[in-house]
């Protein structure tokens, strides 16, 4: 089990550095994983910048694919 929550922490910190690293390092605040996807809150350290990140995850942890999601809030 660490073995597979290390390869997800180091691939929200490597997806987030490949997807936008003009906005500084982010910080991977919680995660969410289901079969075959994981997707990761992530935020700068001053809590400027934030955002979803989407990966295809292997039976074995690997992650690819990795992608910004669109975060669309709606007023009522």
Same mark, same amino acid.
């Given at each position: 089990? #660490? #073995?597979?929550?290390?390869?997800?922490?180091?691939? !929200?910190?490597?997806?987030?550095?490949?997807?936008?690293?003009? !906005?500084?390092?982010?910080?991977? !605040?919680?995660?969410?994983?289901?079969?075959?996807?994981?997707?990761?809150?992530?935020?700068?350290?001053?809590?400027?910048?934030?955002?979803?990140?989407?990966?295809?995850?292997?039976?074995?942890?690997?992650?690819?694919?990795?992608?910004?999601?669109e975060?669309?809030?709606?007023?009522?």
């Amino acid at each position: 089990m #660490k #073995k597979h929550l290390g390869r997800l922490v180091l691939g !929200a910190l490597l997806a987030s550095t490949v997807v936008g690293c003009g !906005a500084g390092p982010r910080y991977v !605040a919680t995660s969410t994983a289901s079969k075959g996807h994981v997707k990761f809150l992530h935020l700068t350290a001053d809590g400027s910048n934030r955002g979803i990140i989407k990966c295809d995850m292997a039976e074995n942890g690997d992650l690819s694919n990795c992608r910004d999601v669109e975060i669309v809030l709606e007023e009522k």
